[in-house]
């Protein structure tokens, strides 16, 4: 199970099908139970770890501007201040929404 709480990556996701995402732990790559709000409960996607990021180094906003627009959030910056509870490693991760379900 995947929990969209933030609501920039959380509405990206609903229009888009797709998002990426950082968390801090690792999760299995495949499918997941999507939970956001109990009107989205029955949602469902397949997760792909994308890369470990190294949260302190000094470049971290670079490595993530390639994925920032599929993010949700405005900017690397944007979207590293919506993260709850950074830790050094987290992990960058696809999750598209399974068809038919979107």
Do not use: C
């Not at 971290?60 to 993260?83: R, T």
């Amino acid at each position: 199970m995947i929990w969209f709480k933030v609501v920039e990556a959380r509405d990206f996701l609903l229009r888009n099908g797709f998002v990426f995402t950082i968390r801090p732990n690792w999760k299995r790559e495949g499918i997941h139970k999507i939970r956001m709000r109990k009107e989205n409960d029955d949602l469902h996607g397949w997760l792909w770890l994308m890369k470990e990021l190294d949260m302190t180094t000094p470049d971290i906003k670079e490595q993530l501007e390639p994925y920032v627009e599929y993010s949700g959030f405005k900017s690397a910056e944007d979207w590293i201040g919506h993260i709850p509870k950074p830790s050094k490693t987290m992990y960058l991760y696809f999750m598209r929404v399974i068809p038919n379900e979107v």
